[in-house]
């Protein structure tokens, strides 16, 4: 388990909170944190603006994703999710679908003209079809 994973788990357990944080009302407040970052750089299109506006406000932004994770980690906790070990798998399957000789340079939005090998490679974790 992930060290803030454990320690998310522990500041829940020795609060109770557990009864209040339901995975629905987790998942909202991790939409709710994503749109007070975006309230930092709503309505701006330059990405240079963009950067330079997040590196302006990085107390904020630093806010916004801790409480990102925090609620994340609650999630993973509620759903016997490692979180570590979902990153590296995604990380892992990423580098089969966009290997570095392909996409150097190279972006993989196949809507917008780019390459994307999503139909030929096998994701790692396997769902079950629902019908
Ligand atoms: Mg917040």
Known sequence: MNKYQKIVKKFEKDRNWGQFHNPKDLLLGIVEEVGELRN???????????????????D?????????????????????????KAVATTIKDLRKRFPVKDFKDNHGNRYIEGKDKKDGVKKSRNFKKRS
């Open 40 to 58: 930092i750089v709503k309505w701006e299109q330059d990405p240079e603006v963009l950067k330079k506006t997040l590196i302006k406000n990085k």
């Open 60 to 84: 904020e932004v630093a806010d916004g994703i801790g409480d990102i994770f925090f609620l994340l980690a609650h999630l993973a906790n509620s759903s016997g999710v490692d979180i570590d």
